[in-house]
C-alpha cells in the first residue's frame, strides 16, 4: 500500500498550526484539549483509574470531565480569550473511541462552529476504525495512536485486559486483538491523508529495547512522526516498582528512532485538559473550564 506523504491534500497552514507536530508554532498557537472521553476500553498496567490518561499526559488529578455541548462553549469562550488558539484535540481522560458518541458529537459541534480550527486525536487505536471515515468527512487532520509494541508477546506484559465489542479479553489474546485493530487503524488512517503520530511508552525491561524495531515498523506504514515518552511509574499500578528511564537513556532511545523517523522532542505530556501554549498551562482558561461544567 503507497504512504501518503505527510502533506498530501492537506493545507499548509494546517501543519504549522499545530504546535505538538511544528516545534515553530509552539510559543505562538494554543492548543485545547476537551477532556470529554472518560471510558477506557483497554487497561494499561501503568495506568490507575481517577488519573488523566498517560498516553498522552501526566498522571495528575481527574479533570472535569464535559458534554459535547459543554465542551462547545467552552471553546467558544476559550477562543474569544485567546485567538491564537488553533488546535482543538481530545485525548481523555479515556480515550476518545470507549466513548465514540461523545467524541463524534464534539467533533461535530467543533467543526460546524469554527470552520478552520485544526482538530486532532489521541488514541489507544483499538476502537478508531469504524470512525475513520467521518473523521476525515470532518477534516480532522491529526491522529495519535499510542503503540507499545509490534509483538503481542510485548504487549501482553503491558495490557491487563482489552474490552472489545462488549467482550473481556487478557493476556496474549486480548494483546492480539488490540495489536491487530492498531495496525489495521494505522494503516487506513495514513491511506486515506491523516497525519499520523506514535506514541510509545518506554517501559525498562519490557518494550525499552524495541523501540527501533517499533519505529522501523511505523516507517513502513508511512507514520509521520514518533513520541517516545518514559514510563511514569504510578502508585497502586503494576509498574509501581519499575524505574523511571532516565533522560539520558531516552536520549538513546530518541536517537533510535531518529534512524527511522522523525521523533518529537518537545511534547509536554499535557494532561487531558490542557489548554494554552505547550509547556504554559494558562489558569484563567482553568476557571473557564470549571464554570463551564457547571453549566
Ligand atoms: Fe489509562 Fe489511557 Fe491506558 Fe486507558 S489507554 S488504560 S486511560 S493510560
Ligand atoms: Fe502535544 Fe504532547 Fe501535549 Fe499531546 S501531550 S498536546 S502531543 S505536547
Known amino acids: 500500500e503507497a504512504c501518503?506523504?505527510?502533506?498530501?491534500?492537506?493545507?499548509?497552514?494546517?501543519?504549522?498550526?499545530?504546535?505538538?507536530?511544528?516545534?515553530?508554532?509552539?510559543?505562538?498557537?494554543?492548543?485545547?484539549?476537551?477532556?470529554?472521553?472518560?471510558?477506557?476500553?483497554?487497561?494499561?498496567?501503568?495506568?490507575?483509574?481517577?488519573?488523566?490518561?498517560?498516553?498522552?499526559?501526566?498522571?495528575?488529578?481527574?479533570?472535569?470531565v464535559l458534554s459535547p455541548e459543554q465542551a462547545l462553549a467552552y471553546t467558544i469562550r476559550l477562543k474569544e480569550k485567546m485567538p491564537h488558539l488553533s488546535v482543538v484535540g481530545i485525548a481523555g481522560p479515556g480515550?476518545?473511541?470507549?466513548?465514540?458518541?461523545?467524541?463524534?458529537?464534539?467533533?461535530?459541534?467543533?467543526?460546524?462552529?469554527?470552520?478552520?480550527?485544526?482538530?486532532?486525536?489521541?488514541?489507544?487505536?483499538?476502537?478508531?476504525?469504524?470512525?475513520?471515515?467521518?473523521?476525515?468527512?470532518?477534516?480532522?487532520?491529526?491522529?495519535?495512536?499510542?503503540?507499545?509494541?509490534?509483538?503481542?508477546?510485548?504487549?501482553?506484559?503491558?495490557?491487563?485486559?482489552?474490552?472489545?465489542?462488549?467482550?473481556?479479553?487478557f493476556g496474549k489474546q486480548g494483546a492480539e486483538i488490540l495489536l491487530k485493530n492498531q495496525m489495521e487503524a494505522i494503516r487506513a488512517l495514513k491511506g486515506v491523508g491523516f497525519i499520523v503520530?506514535?506514541?510509545?511508552?518506554?517501559?525498562?525491561?519490557?518494550?525499552?529495547?524495541?523501540?527501533?524495531?517499533?519505529?522501523?515498523?511505523?516507517?513502513?506504514?508511512g507514520v509521520d512522526v514518533m513520541n517516545t515518552i518514559p514510563l511514569y511509574p504510578v502508585e497502586g499500578t503494576p509498574f509501581a516498582e519499575v524505574e523511571e528511564p532516565s533522560s539520558a537513556?531516552?536520549?538513546?532511545?530518541?536517537?533510535?528512532?531518529?534512524?527511522?523517523l522523525p521523533p518529537m522532542t518537545h511534547c509536554s505530556r499535557c494532561r487531558a485538559d490542557a489548554v494554552g501554549l505547550l509547556g504554559q498551562d494558562d489558569p484563567e482558561a482553568k476557571r473557564i473550564l470549571s464554570e463551564v461544567s457547571c453549566l
Open 197 to 221: 503520530k506514535v506514541n510509545t511508552i518506554v517501559v525498562p525491561g519490557i518494550n525499552d529495547d524495541k523501540v527501533g524495531e517499533i519505529a522501523a515498523a511505523m516507517k513502513e506504514m
Open 95 to 169: 480515550d476518545p473511541f470507549a466513548n465514540p458518541i461523545q467524541t463524534m458529537t464534539t467533533l461535530r459541534l467543533i467543526r460546524k462552529e469554527f470552520p478552520e480550527m485544526v482538530l486532532c486525536l489521541s488514541t489507544n487505536g483499538l476502537n478508531v476504525l469504524p470512525y475513520i471515515e467521518e473523521l476525515k468527512e470532518l477534516n480532522v487532520s491529526h491522529v495519535t495512536v499510542t503503540l507499545n509494541g509490534t509483538e503481542s508477546e510485548t504487549l501482553s506484559k503491558i495490557y491487563k485486559w482489552v474490552r472489545f465489542e462488549k467482550r473481556g479479553y
Open 4 to 64: 501518503t506523504p505527510p502533506s498530501e491534500g492537506l493545507g499548509e497552514a494546517i501543519l504549522k498550526t499545530h504546535p505538538c507536530f511544528n516545534k515553530e508554532a509552539k510559543g505562538e498557537y494554543a492548543r485545547v484539549h476537551l477532556p470529554v472521553a472518560p471510558l477506557c476500553n483497554i487497561q494499561c498496567n501503568y495506568c490507575k483509574r481517577g488519573f488523566d490518561c498517560v498516553n498522552e499526559s501526566r498522571p495528575g488529578v481527574t479533570s472535569e
Open 249 to 260: 537513556f531516552m536520549k538513546e532511545v530518541r536517537k533510535e528512532v531518529r534512524k527511522h
